[in-house]
Structures are given as structure tokens and as C-alpha cells.
């Protein structure tokens, strides 16, 4: 059930309208209800997965708060020796990472094998062929569960949480199911937390009309990006793609942008479309974009960009491979035969560097079952390593040529040069295969006479092209006002009654309008993860 069909609305509407009739103590369970409900829309099918990961964690939770429970009433024994309680101790360390990890391997095992079996075939079958064989594995089709990473990397955060004491577990498994498969972000994300999301879940929500309208505008804006923008790029950005060899020059560097356009306003919307739907049952999602393109560094571009995979890779990525102890060695082993202010900074640094590599490696695993999928997370990987690596040279750069980094032009570069970066990553992030990646890097710089007419019959006629263009210049100014720090929501709120109807009428309809002329509306990018 797409987030933009009728069946949505509709199921939307009903929900909500239950949710604040029924007793408010029964709220989370009709949520559950709406949940599960969503699920099996998508396919019975593919039930038995998401089920087998809510057991699993939250059965990891419980046996890691046992084992908690027994360590603490065996530390308050009377008469217990210090050698004793480190003996305990170790022991229930032991145990309670025996439990994560069966957790990890259970859950992160069966989403393996679901999303990337037949990348791993035709790679083995790869390697029998250099090496002479003629033996061959078949590959098979499995059913793609309904957003089984985002629930998988939810589900392992829980976990995770309560073997650092961060969450009490979990005591009720139909609530904890809640947790797992709440319908709103099941498709998209944003990758959720259980302290930030179980207090929203199982407290009362009253009706409000000022929330109900905050929901409602916020889907209304994810509309916006979808229809008026990203489904009109998309028409270019599929037709220099799937066409490498076709367009050159220019015509390649449209498509790139055009992508760019359709990725950010599908993904971007679709969240919007999401925290809204939320909105509309008192429950506030975190935000997962925060004008990425205003960024001035890669790192900074990630900080902003899919926010809450960022920050799920940053918790239980970056510090616990950062900060163990074979970096640990390797950081000492550095320093202590470096004689140089940069040796020793890049003792510091590699270890970091390395779990940059790391997380985009992941990063790009995650986004897809492809050599092209690992080649743009390296990118960028490689990117903020080795701006990393480099910064004491770009200081003394610095003091060298006098630049002052706080200057308006040189701030401006930052953004345009970063802005480049990410373009050159969609290559790869788009591309049917690394190879067409490759092919329409070349053609980039293939010249190709320039011709306004082809450009506008690219996208589709003079009217989509307008309306495109159109839509960004909207979609820009509204941008530089949140990065000013301008809440545009509670300033339309200000707003006398006529004004406050005017931009939510303009709103609707040109959503209504001009995304129908569009036609070629369907489904959100980011559902198939």
C-alpha cells in the first residue's frame, strides 16, 4: 500500500478517527493493530520476517535484563570477595555479549540472505570462472519483506541499548511489536529509537486540532516534493540512465542533476509523508534531512543527509570499532614511532579514518545488493578519510596563503564544491551497473552542442519544465528559511485565518494539479529497503 495511494488515505483517516475515539489506555494497541494491518497489505507472505525479528530482539532483551538482574543480586551477597565479584562480573559480560551477538547474527543473518544471496552467487560463480571452473551456482528468488532494514537496524538498537543499560527492556511483547512495526516509517524510516519512541507509543494522546493540522501540512509538503518535483526529474534522470551510451556533455550533467532533484524530493518527501502521518497520532519521528545541500564538507553532507542511519552508524559503528582495542594498538603503536607533529596526528587519526571506511562500506551494502552500491559508499568513504588525514596540511595551507575560512566567497566554494562530490557519488547510486556508471562519467566530458529544445523535449515539454523549475525555486526559498533558523510551520500559524487557508489551498492544489500532469507518479524510491 503506497504511501500516495487512495487506500492510504483512506486507511489513514479511518485510523485516526478510531485512535481518538477508543479509551486512551487502548491506543498503542490499535496502532499495533494499524500496524500489522499495513503489513499484510503488503503480502501475508513475508509475515513470518518481521515476526522472527521482533521475537528474537525482544527475547535478547529480556534474557540480557536476566542476566543484569542476577549479576546485581549476586554482587549484594553478603560476604563476596573482590576476586568473586570481578569473576562475576566477567562472567555476565560474557553472557550478555553471547546474547548480542546471537541477536546480531540472527537478525542481520536472515536480512543477508533475503536482500543480498544472489550478489554472493554470482560473485562465487565469478571466482569458479578465473579459476577455470565450470561448475555454476544457481541463483533464486526470494521475497523482499516490507522494509525489513529499517526494521532489522531498529530492532538492533533496542538490543544494543539494553545491553549498555541505555533502555530497560522491553516486558510486553505486543508492545515491543509496536516498536518494531509501527505502519508510518516501516517503508521509509527514519530509523527510530525505543527511549525516544516508547514513551510517545504508550502514553494518552488527546485530540488536537493545531496537531492534526501540523500532520496534515507536513504531508501536503511531502506531496509537494513528490509530485511537483521528484517524479517530473525523474523522467530525465531515467532517460539519460538507462541510456549511457545515448547522451553526452551537457545532457549527461542535466541527468546527474535531474537525479539529484528526483532522489532528494522522493526520499525527502516520503519522510515528510511519513513524520506526518505520525504527526497525526500525537507521535513525533525523528527528522532525517536538514538541508544537506547547504553542506560544506562530505562529513557534514552525511550529518544531514539520512540523518538517523547516520547516526545508528555513527552509535554502534564508529565508536565501538574507533574506540577498540586493536585500534587502540594501532593508535599507540603509531605514536610511539612517529617523531613528527603530523606522525603523531596521524596515529590519532587512522583509527578514525579506518571507521569512516568501515561505515561507508556498510553504507553502501545497505543500499543495495551491487559492486556499483560499494563503489559509492567508498566514494564517499575515501572522500572524508582523506580530508581527515590531510587537515594539518590544509591548515598550514592556510596560514601559508592567508585564506580566511570564514570568508563569504570561501564558504560558497565549500557548499559548491561539496554539492560536486554528491553529484559525482548519484554515478554510481543510479547507474543500471558500475560499468554504465563508468561509461557516463566518460561521456560527461564528450562534447555535445548545446540545444535549449532538447533539453525541454528531455523533460518532458515546456510546461513540465516549467513546473520543475518552478517547484525547486519554491522548495530553495523555503530551504534558506529553515537554514536561517525560521520555523516555517509556526510562522504560517501566525498567520491571520485568510493568509494561513490561502498558502494551504495553494498547497493542496497545486499538488492536485500539477502533479497530475506529471503522470508519471507511483511509488516512493526508498519502500524497496
Not at 516501516?186 to 529509537?193: A, D, F, K, M, V
Request: aromatic share 16%; charged share 15%.
Amino acid at each position: 500500500m503506497s504511501l500516495v495511494s487512495t487506500g492510504f488515505l483512506v486507511f489513514l483517516l479511518v485510523g485516526v478517527i478510531v485512535y481518538y475515539l477508543i479509551p486512551k489506555k487502548a491506543q498503542w494497541a490499535w496502532l499495533l493493530i494499524l500496524s500489522y494491518a499495513y503489513y499484510l497489505c503488503s503480502g501475508y507472505k513475508t509475515i513470518v520476517f518481521i515476526l522472527l525479528t521482533t521475537i528474537v530482539t525482544f527475547t535478547s532483551g529480556i534474557l540480557l535484563e536476566k542476566v543484569e538482574d542476577s549479576l546485581n543480586i549476586q554482587l549484594n551477597k553478603e560476604g563476596i570477595t573482590r576476586e568473586e565479584k570481578k569473576s562475576v562480573k566477567e562472567s555476565a559480560k560474557k553472557k550478555k555479549k553471547g546474547v548480542v551477538l546471537a541477536a546480531l547474527i540472527l537478525v542481520f543473518g536472515v536480512l543477508a540472505i533475503v536482500k543480498y544471496h544472489n550478489f554472493a552467487i554470482e560473485n562465487v560463480n565469478g571466482i569458479i570462472k578465473v579459476f577455470g571452473g565450470n561448475g555454476r551456482i544457481s541463483t533464486f528468488t526470494l521475497l523482499l519483506p516490507l522494509g525489513i532494514s529499517f526494521y532489522s537496524f531498529q530492532s538492533i538498537s533496542y538490543v544494543i541499548d539494553v545491553y549498555r543499560g541505555k533502555v530497560k527492556a522491553c516486558n510486553n511483547i505486543f508492545k515491543y511489536a509496536l516498536f518494531v512495526s509501527y505502519f508510518p516509517q516501516i517503508t521509509q524510516g527514519p530509523i527510530g529509537r525505543y527511549d525516544r519512541l516508547a514513551p510517545q507509543f504508550f502514553a494518552a494522546h488527546k485530540y488536537d486540532l493545531v496537531i492534526i493540522q501540523h500532520g496534515l501540512q507536513r504531508m501536503a509538503w511531502g506531496l509537494f516534493k513528490k509530485f511537483i518535483i521528484a517524479d517530473r526529474a525523474g523522467v530525465v534522470a531515467n532517460l539519460v540512465f538507462n541510456n549511457p551510451g545515448q547522451y553526452q556533455g551537457i545532457y549527461v550533467v542535466i541527468g546527474v542533476l535531474a537525479y539529484c532533484a528526483q532522489l532528494y524530493g522522493d526520499f525527502a518527501g516520503g519522510i515528510d509523508m511519513v513524520m506526518g502521518a505520525s504527526e497525526l497520532f500525537g507521535i513525533h519521528l525523528d527528522d532525517n534531512f536538514k538541508q544537506p545541500f547547504f553542506s560544506h564538507s562530505i562529513g557534514e553532507f552525511w550529518r544531514r543527509w539520512h540523518i538517523t542511519l547516520g547516526t545508528w552508524m555513527k552509535d554502534y559503528v564508529f565508536y565501538p570499532f574507533s574506540l577498540s582495542r586493536p585500534m587502540n594498538k594501532l593508535g599507540k603503536c603509531l605514536k610511539k614511532h612517529s617523531k613528527t607533529a603530523f606522525g603523531k596526528y596521524m596515529a590519532k587519526a587512522l583509527p578514525i579514518c579506518l571507521a569512516d571506511l568501515l561505515i561507508f562500506f556498510i553504507v553502501g551494502v545497505w543500499h543495495g545488493a551491487a559492486w556499483k552500491y560499494i563503489v559509492y559508499g567508498l566514494y564517499n568513504g575515501i572522500i572524508m578519510s582523506f580530508s581527515s588525514l590531510m587537515a594539518p596540511v590544509y591548515e598550514k595551507m592556510f596560514e601559508v596563503t592567508h585564506i580566511n575560512k570564514n570568508a563569504g566567497w570561501y564558504r560558497a566554494w565549500q557548499v559548491i564544491r561539496t554539492f560536486v562530490l554528491v553529484n559525482i557519488s548519484w554515478y554510481f547510486d543510479n547507474a543500471a551497473s558500475l560499468s554504465d556508471a563508468i561509461r557516463l562519467m566518460g561521456n560527461t566530458f564528450k562534447h555535445a552542442a548545446f540545444s535549449m529544445n532538447t533539453v525541454i523535449n528531455m523533460f518532458g515539454g515546456k510546461l513540465d519544465f516549467i513546473i520543475l523549475l518552478a517547484g525547486c525555486a519554491v522548495w530553495f526559498i523555503v530551504s534558506v528559511l529553515k537554514e536561517k533558523g525560521i520555523a516555517i510551520r509556526d510562522a504560517i500559524d501566525r498567520k491571520p485565518l485568510i493568509i494561513r487557508w490561502v498558502i494551504y489551498i495553494s498547497l493542496v492544489m497545486s499538488v492536485a494539479v500539477l502533479g497530475y500532469i506529471s503522470n508519471t507518479s507511483g511509488g516512493f524510491m526508498y519502500a524497496q529497503f
